[in-house]
């Protein structure tokens, strides 16, 4: 494991900080097990000693999809009142 970082713009995090120096998100990784959250770079879970490197890297990902997914939504929801004539 190297340098970690910002889940929400990708910027380089150090370990010590508590918060993106570029976008202000808060930089904890979440434990898919009890939903504990502890700083970014933390190996384990502190509660249930679940591995929080896999879990972050996982939740990156799944950020990305509700992201792409959520801007699909909002491009139809548009589109669709273009197309609704009562609006
Ligand atoms: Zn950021
Ligand atoms: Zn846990």
Redesign the pocket.
């Known amino acids: 494991m190297t340098d970690s970082a ?1 889940p ?4 380089p995090a150090t370990l010590a900080s508590r918060y ?1 120096g ?2 202000g ?1 808060e930089l904890v990784v979440q434990c898919a097990t009890c939903d504990a959250t502890w700083p970014l770079g933390q190996q384990f879970c502190g509660a249930c000693g679940m591995n929080l490197d896999e879990v972050g890297t996982r939740d990156v990902e799944e950020r990305k999809v509700v992201t792409a997914l959520f801007a699909d939504l909002v491009s139809s929801t548009e589109l669709a009142a273009r197309l609704d004539p009562r609006s």
């Open positions: 910002c929400s713009c990708g910027a993106c570029d976008c998100t």
